[in-house]
């Protein structure tokens, strides 16, 4: 339902990005608008509250009377185009429904040798050592099946620190431009190993094969919303990255397996973006 309600609302985050304007005004817009075409559709629509709408859009995004009734006609049009009413499940209460695709996205695996690496070492400090040790301690708590209780406060700690030191590692080997992106993509991933119910225990040294795949080729398109499908394509090279980074300040003994890992299942991710957004 997330993913349908801001497909449907595009036009109207556009609009406020245009003038301005806060996005959640565009969001609650659209929620009113798309009320307004199952209204229509079921013939239970009231002129007043129309002109209610109209006026209020007008007002919020700087427009006319005029070019406020078209955007609102565009948009009650837009909630059949978007959503077929004779695809969709019969059952009402299904929690799921068929979104036409409206653009092709082009998917392509990112370049890695593209990043101009440098080769040079460095080491834990004093702030690593720290990230370090908080990550034994919690791998510690995983493998002795403690309550969630236990692990949440030092799962969350460790996001955060875990974020900033990669961060701060990836400007040191000369990768500033990407930097932000690629330490961003840590928190979903940590919530997955450490926060997520597997059927064997898993910490960041031990994610296997099977667990890979499940991250890549559903956790992480089910849990993450992006403004363009292709940005999903980062998590491949910063999880790479950062077990190059866990090797370096002391984690891992070898990350090869583990980077190798991310190799195999790449193409098959690539093939699962391809299938859900081409």
């Known amino acids: 339902m997330s993913q349908a309600t801001m497909e449907y609302a595009k036009p109207l985050v ?5 003038k301005g304007r806060d996005l959640n005004e565009a969001v609650q817009a659209s929620i009113v608008l798309w009320n307004l075409a199952v209204a ?3 013939k239970k629509s009231d002129p007043k509250l129309e002109r209610d709408i109209a006026k209020s859009l007008a007002k919020s995004f700087e427009t006319d009377k005029e070019e406020a009734n078209r955007f609102m006609e565009m948009m009650v049009e837009r909630k059949s185009h978007l959503f077929p009413p004779e695809v969709q499940p019969k059952d009402k209460f299904l929690p799921f429904m068929f979104i036409r695709k409206e653009v092709r996205h082009l998917i392509r695996p990112f ?13 834990p400090d004093a702030k690593d050592l ?7 301690k919690l791998d510690q708590l995983i493998e002795t099946e403690s309550d969630w209780e236990e692990v949440e406060k030092p799962l969350h700690h460790v996001k955060d ?12 080997k000369e990768i500033s431009e990407e930097a932000d992106r690629f ?6 991933f940590l919530d997955f190993v450490y926060g997520y119910m597997h059927d064997d225990v898993v910490v960041l040294r031990s994610v296997g ?16 919303m992006v403004d363009e499908p292709h940005e999903y394509v980062d998590w491949s090279p910063a999880l790479k990255l950062f077990y190059t980074f866990l090797h370096e300040k002391g ?24 299938k859900q957004f081409s």
């Open 40 to 42: 229509r559709k079921e």
């Open 111 to 123: 370049d890695f040798n593209k990043l101009k690496i440098s080769n040079k070492k460095f080491g």
């Open 251 to 274: 984690y891992l003994e070898d990350p090869i397996p583990l980077v190798s890992l991310i190799d195999r299942i790449e193409p098959d991710f690539i093939n699962v973006l391809r």
């Open 161 to 172: 620190v875990a974020e900033d030191r990669f961060r701060n590692w990836l400007i040191l």
């Open 14 to 18: 556009e609009l406020a990005g245009s």
């Open 209 to 224: 094969w099977r667990y890979w795949k499940e991250f890549f080729e559903d956790y992480l398109v089910r849990k993450v």
């Open 183 to 188: 330490s961003n993509c840590l928190h979903i």
């Open 130 to 136: 720290e990230l370090i040790d908080r990550l034994r």
